[in-house]
């Protein structure tokens, strides 16, 4: 979030429960959000605002009602589980067509999300992995997978972003 939206956003929750806070208390505020929101972009921390609003009260509360807001605009945009698992095995098959080529093989496994990889290891492990028979990879294998793939944080379940891709200002003046 750029410091200009959460400027912006401090007026409207001021604005929306009617009460200005102290500069102590907006200080700590400001301290409060740049953490939990950083990093985030502004039309998700914006939109998420807004359908807290609709469930908080109490402006002493609306940091928790927002970050469950975030966190759930923020999960609606990644894959399943589902997804990823046969992300995982088109690359393990991807890799096994390739076996002698190692420097291709470490582009098709960097091109997974973190959660995936972090979960198979190396190139190679998720070869061997997918290698195994069909029922016992589904009956045995996927649930450890799923279980990795939805205790990860958000973040390493998108997939890694492209070199040389410019990233949005972040609040600090800084990029992402």
Sequence with gaps: MTDKKLMELLVVIDDHYGRIRSKEERMADTKIYIQAFGAIPDEIVEKALYTAFTQCRYQNQLIVDWCAEVKKLLAAGLPS????????ATAAKQITAN????????????ALPVAVQRW????AELS????RDGADLLQFVKPGFVRAVSEAPIES????????????A???GGTA
Aim: net charge neutral; aromatic share 12%.
């Design 81 to 88: 589980a589902n997804d990823l698992w046969a992300q995982a």
């Design 99 to 110: 076996l002698y080529f190692k420097t291709r093989n470490a582009e098709i496994f960097a």
């Design 120 to 123: 198979a290891g190396s190139p």
């Design 128 to 131: 061997m992995t997918f290698g």
């Design 157 to 168: 379940l998108q997939p890694p972003a492209l070199p040389g891709g410019a990233a949005p």
């Design 170 to 172: 972040q609040i600090g």
